[in-house]
């Protein structure tokens, strides 16, 4: 019995340990993948050509069109932290709900961003909208 539960107190905290570390893991491995090559990987942009994704005001303002902007690519100019930016962005059609989500989340909470949590039924949501 002492042994199960040491066992059990143990697998407990290793959790524990994990999940605090880097909550967003897998979100921070398909950022890397897939946007830093332009958003860099302390997401700062790239040179006025690439806007910033830390401390990002369009980010922050914009969280229901951010997995419509990863899913399907953006043409028209935004203005981030009172820059304008006005370089298309590719789409990535091949990244799941779930895959879109753990991007966003990642960049939600990365370089000191706090700008939430957002659910995959909320992208899912997003999705639906902008098909439309």
Not at 55 to 63: K, T
Not at 114 to 130: A, F, N, Q, T, W
Request: net charge negative; glycine share 6%.
């Amino acid at each position: 019995m002492r042994s199960k539960l040491i066992l059990f107190l143990f697998s407990a905290a290793l959790t524990l340990v994990n999940c605090e570390r880097k909550p967003y893991r897998q979100g921070e491995i398909l950022y890397q993948n897939f946007c830093a090559n332009c958003h860099m990987d302390d997401g700062s942009g790239l040179a006025g050509n690439i806007p910033p994704l830390a401390q990002a005001d369009y980010v922050r303002q914009n969280q229901e069109r951010l997995a419509c902007i990863i899913r399907y690519g953006i043409e028209e100019e935004i203005v981030v932290n009172g820059k304008a930016y006005s370089n298309p962005m590719a789409a990535i059609p091949e990244l799941s709900e779930f895959e879109i989500a753990n991007i966003i989340n990642y960049i939600n909470q990365a370089w000191g961003n706090d700008y939430g949590y957002v659910p995959v039924k909320e992208i899912r949501k997003s999705l639906e909208e902008c098909k439309k």
